[in-house]
C-alpha cells in the first residue's frame, strides 16, 4: 500500500508548527466527488428553503466557535487577533445574506415572449446546480476564503468539495467540521493537499472556481478547456489609488494606509501603487508615513495589541522584499519601513516614494505591506498611470466631487472602483465581485449572479393554447400557411415598408403552394 503523505502546518509569526494534514491523491479526490455526488441530488430536492435551514445552522455554529475559530486562523497566519475574528464574522454575515435570499434569486423565471405571435407559449428558465462544484482557495483569508463560494454553492444546490491552500488547511477543515457536527447532509467536504491534489480536483468536478495567481489561473483554464468544464478564476492584482487635490487628505491618508497594510498587504484588493496629484503630494506623504508610522506590527494572543501581522510564508517574504529592494537600487527611498524583522516572516510597513514603472514594486503584484507612491501632473496622468497594467482588479478614487469620482471611476480599468474607501465592494454581496483583465475570468457575489453562476439554466416550453395535430412548420410543407406564417413573422419583426411585403414571402416559399 502506498504511504501517506503529510503535509506541516507552521505559524509564521513564530515558526511553531501547529498541526499536519494529509495530501490527497488524484484517487480519493475522484472518490470523493463520487460520494458527494451520491448525496447532491436530495440536496437539491429539499429545495432553498430546506437548505436555508442547514445554512443557518452552520451560521449559529459559526457564531458559537467564533474564538475558537480565531485561534485557528491565527495558528496558521500569523495574523492579529482582530483580523482572525473577521473571517467568522464574514462567513457569518455571507450564510445570513444567501440563505434568506436564495429561494427568491432561484426562482423560476417566466420571460415575455419577443413577439406576439410566441404568446402561444409559456416560457420558463430554471435554474438546475452543477452536481459538484470544486473550490480552490489561497491561504490569505483561511477561513472567509473558502466561504465566499461554499456558501452561495451551497446554497444554489451543489454540493462542493473544498481544497484549501496547503499553507493554511486547519480552518477549512474546522468549517468542515462544523457542517458535520451540526448533522447537515453530507454535501460539503474538504480534502487537503497541493498542486497536485487541486488538479485532481479540476479532474473530477463539474464545475471550479479557483482564486489565486494568474500563472496558476492559466494552468487551471486551460485543464478545464480540454474538459470543457466551465469555471470561475479571481486571479491577480495590482490596484490603483488616485488622490486627487480636492480630496480630504487626512481620510486618504488612513483609508490608503488600511487598504494597502490590512492583513499585511496580503488581501487580493490591497492599494499597491498610489498616483496623488502634484499639489498635495508632499502634504499626502507627510500625512501617510505618519500615520503608518504609528502602527504596531507584531504576533497576537487572544487579546488585542497588534495592527500588522506576518506574512504568510517565507516564500511571500522574499517577494516583498525583493521588490522593495529593485525600488531601492533605481532610486527609490522608504521613508518607513524598508525592512525585514528579526523574527518569523514579519516585513515592516512600507512607504516607498520616488517610484515609476520601471519599479516591480508598481507594476508587478507584490501581496505584502508596502505602498509605493508617486506624484503626478493630474488626473490625466494619473488615470492613464492607473491603466497602465496587466491587471484590472480594483481601484479607489479620492477627491471631494463625488461627480468627477464617479467620472474618473468610468475611465479605469477595473472590476470595481470605491470612491473615498477601500474595500467597500467586498462587503457588497449585491455587487459582482470580478477581476478584468489578467485579474481574472467571471465573478462572484452580485446578488442572484452569485448563486446562478452554480448553476445551469434549463430553457421550458409549454403550450397555453389546446395543441393541433401539426403545426404549420411541420412536414410535409404547406407552402401557403408557410408564407403567412413568414409573413407575420416579418410583419412582427422587421421595419419599415419592408415589414409588409407579404408577396415577396409568397414568391420566396413557390407561390401559390398546396
Given at each position: 500500500?502506498?504511504?501517506?503523505?503529510?503535509?506541516?502546518?507552521?505559524?509564521?509569526?513564530?515558526?511553531a508548527v501547529t498541526g499536519q494534514v494529509p495530501a490527497a491523491t488524484a484517487?480519493?479526490?475522484?472518490?470523493?466527488?463520487?460520494?458527494?455526488?451520491?448525496?447532491?441530488?436530495?440536496?437539491?430536492?429539499?429545495?432553498?428553503?430546506?437548505?436555508?435551514?442547514?445554512?443557518?445552522?452552520?451560521?449559529?455554529?459559526?457564531?458559537?466557535?467564533?474564538?475558537?475559530?480565531?485561534?485557528?486562523?491565527?495558528?496558521?497566519?500569523?495574523?492579529?487577533?482582530?483580523?482572525?475574528?473577521?473571517?467568522?464574522?464574514?462567513?457569518?454575515?455571507?450564510?445570513?445574506?444567501?440563505?434568506?435570499?436564495?429561494?427568491?434569486?432561484?426562482?423560476?423565471?417566466?420571460?415575455?415572449?419577443?413577439?406576439?405571435?410566441?404568446?402561444?407559449?409559456?416560457?420558463?428558465?430554471?435554474?438546475?446546480?452543477?452536481?459538484?462544484?470544486?473550490?480552490?482557495?489561497?491561504?490569505?483569508?483561511?477561513?472567509?476564503?473558502?466561504?465566499?463560494?461554499?456558501?452561495?454553492?451551497?446554497?444554489?444546490?451543489?454540493?462542493?468539495?473544498?481544497?484549501?491552500?496547503?499553507?493554511?488547511?486547519?480552518?477549512?477543515?474546522?468549517?468542515?467540521?462544523?457542517?458535520?457536527?451540526?448533522?447537515?447532509?453530507?454535501?460539503?467536504?474538504?480534502?487537503?493537499?497541493?498542486?497536485?491534489?487541486?488538479?485532481?480536483?479540476?479532474?473530477?468536478?463539474?464545475?471550479?472556481?479557483?482564486?489565486?495567481?494568474?500563472?496558476?489561473?492559466?494552468?487551471?483554464?486551460?485543464?478545464?478547456?480540454?474538459?470543457?468544464?466551465?469555471?470561475?478564476?479571481?486571479?491577480?492584482?495590482?490596484?490603483?489609488?488616485?488622490?486627487?487635490?480636492?480630496?480630504?487628505?487626512?481620510?486618504?491618508?488612513?483609508?490608503?494606509?488600511?487598504?494597502?497594510?490590512?492583513?499585511?498587504?496580503?488581501?487580493?484588493?490591497?492599494?499597491?501603487?498610489?498616483?496623488?496629484?502634484?499639489?498635495?503630494?508632499?502634504?499626502?506623504?507627510?500625512?501617510?508615513?505618519?500615520?503608518?508610522?504609528?502602527?504596531?506590527?507584531?504576533?497576537?494572543?487572544?487579546?488585542?495589541?497588534?495592527?500588522?501581522?506576518?506574512?504568510?510564508?517565507?516564500?511571500?517574504?522574499?517577494?516583498?522584499?525583493?521588490?522593495?529592494e529593485d525600488a531601492l537600487a533605481k532610486g527609490a527611498r522608504a521613508l518607513?519601513?524598508?525592512?525585514?524583522?528579526?523574527?518569523?516572516?514579519?516585513?515592516?510597513?512600507?512607504?516607498?516614494?520616488?517610484?515609476?514603472?520601471?519599479?516591480?514594486?508598481?507594476?508587478?503584484?507584490?501581496?505584502?505591506?508596502?505602498?509605493?507612491?508617486?506624484?503626478?501632473?493630474?488626473?490625466?496622468?494619473?488615470?492613464?498611470?492607473?491603466?497602465?497594467?496587466?491587471?484590472?482588479?480594483?481601484?479607489?478614487?479620492?477627491?471631494?466631487?463625488?461627480?468627477?469620482?464617479?467620472?474618473?471611476?468610468?475611465?479605469?480599468?477595473?472590476?470595481?472602483?470605491?470612491?473615498?474607501?477601500?474595500?467597500?465592494?467586498?462587503?457588497?454581496?449585491?455587487?459582482?465581485?470580478?477581476?478584468?483583465?489578467?485579474?481574472?475570468?467571471?465573478?462572484?457575489?452580485?446578488?442572484?449572479?452569485?448563486?446562478?453562476?452554480?448553476?445551469?439554466?434549463?430553457?421550458?416550453?409549454?403550450?397555453?393554447?389546446?395543441?393541433?395535430?401539426?403545426?404549420?412548420?411541420?412536414?410535409?410543407?404547406?407552402?401557403?400557411?408557410?408564407?403567412?406564417?413568414?409573413?407575420?413573422?416579418?410583419?412582427?419583426?422587421?421595419?419599415?415598408?419592408?415589414?409588409?411585403?407579404?408577396?415577396?414571402?409568397?414568391?420566396?416559399?413557390?407561390?401559390?403552394?398546396?
Open positions: 500500500m502506498p504511504v501517506e503523505t503529510f503535509i506541516e502546518v507552521r505559524n509564521p509569526a513564530t515558526g484517487d480519493e479526490v475522484a472518490a470523493k466527488v463520487a460520494e458527494l455526488r451520491l448525496y447532491q441530488a436530495e440536496w437539491e430536492a429539499i429545495g432553498a428553503e430546506g437548505r436555508k435551514r442547514w445554512l443557518l445552522t452552520l451560521q449559529d455554529w459559526l457564531i458559537d466557535n467564533t474564538d475558537r475559530i480565531a485561534d485557528i486562523v491565527q495558528s496558521e497566519t500569523g495574523k492579529p487577533r482582530v483580523d482572525a475574528l473577521i473571517d467568522a464574522s464574514f462567513a457569518v454575515d455571507l450564510l445570513g445574506y444567501y440563505a434568506r435570499r436564495a429561494g427568491g434569486f432561484l426562482a423560476d423565471e417566466h420571460p415575455s415572449p419577443h413577439s406576439p405571435l410566441a404568446r402561444v407559449k409559456r416560457l420558463t428558465t430554471v435554474y438546475r446546480p452543477y452536481p459538484v462544484v470544486g473550490v480552490i482557495t489561497p491561504w490569505n483569508f483561511p477561513l472567509a476564503m473558502p466561504a465566499l463560494d461554499v456558501v452561495p454553492a451551497l446554497a444554489a444546490g451543489a454540493a462542493v468539495l473544498l481544497k484549501p491552500s496547503e499553507v493554511t488547511p486547519l480552518s477549512a477543515l474546522e468549517l468542515a467540521r462544523g457542517w458535520a457536527e451540526i448533522g447537515a447532509p453530507p454535501v460539503f467536504a474538504v480534502l487537503t493537499g497541493a498542486a497536485e491534489t487541486g488538479a485532481a480536483v479540476v479532474d473530477s468536478v463539474d464545475y471550479v472556481q479557483f482564486t489565486g495567481s494568474t500563472r496558476t489561473g492559466r494552468a487551471i483554464a486551460t485543464a478545464c478547456a480540454r474538459r470543457l468544464l466551465p469555471y470561475s478564476l479571481e486571479l491577480g492584482g495590482k490596484d490603483p489609488a488616485i488622490v486627487l487635490a480636492d480630496a480630504d487628505l487626512d481620510r486618504a491618508a488612513y483609508g490608503i494606509a488600511f487598504g494597502g497594510l490590512f492583513n499585511a498587504g496580503q488581501v487580493c484588493i490591497s492599494v499597491e501603487r498610489v498616483y496623488v496629484e502634484a499639489p498635495v503630494y508632499d502634504e499626502f506623504v507627510a500625512k501617510l508615513t505618519a500615520h503608518v508610522r504609528e502602527l504596531r506590527q507584531g504576533a497576537d494572543g487572544r487579546e488585542s495589541r497588534y495592527d500588522v501581522g506576518a506574512l504568510a510564508n517565507e516564500a511571500q517574504r522574499r517577494i516583498v522584499s525583493d521588490h522593495v518607513t519601513g524598508g525592512r525585514s524583522t528579526e523574527v518569523g516572516t514579519f516585513y515592516e510597513p512600507t512607504v516607498l516614494v520616488d517610484v515609476d514603472h520601471g519599479m516591480s514594486c508598481m507594476t508587478e503584484e507584490t501581496f505584502g505591506p508596502t505602498l509605493p507612491v508617486m506624484k503626478v501632473a493630474d488626473e490625466t496622468e494619473a488615470v492613464a498611470l492607473a491603466n497602465d497594467s496587466i491587471y484590472g482588479l480594483s481601484a479607489s478614487v479620492w477627491t471631494g466631487d463625488r461627480a468627477r469620482g464617479e467620472r474618473i471611476a468610468r475611465q479605469l480599468n477595473a472590476g470595481a472602483v470605491n470612491i473615498n474607501d477601500v474595500f467597500a465592494n467586498l462587503f457588497s454581496f449585491a455587487l459582482p465581485m470580478g477581476g478584468w483583465q489578467q485579474s481574472g475570468i467571471g465573478a462572484r457575489w452580485g446578488g442572484a449572479a452569485g448563486v446562478r453562476k452554480y448553476c445551469r439554466q434549463q430553457a421550458i416550453t409549454t403550450p397555453i393554447l389546446p395543441t393541433q395535430r401539426k403545426e404549420l412548420f411541420w412536414f410535409p410543407y404547406n407552402t401557403t400557411k408557410l408564407a403567412l406564417a413568414m409573413a407575420a413573422m416579418r410583419a412582427a419583426g422587421a421595419r419599415g415598408l419592408r415589414r409588409i411585403g407579404v408577396r415577396d414571402v409568397f414568391d420566396t416559399v413557390g407561390g401559390k403552394g398546396k
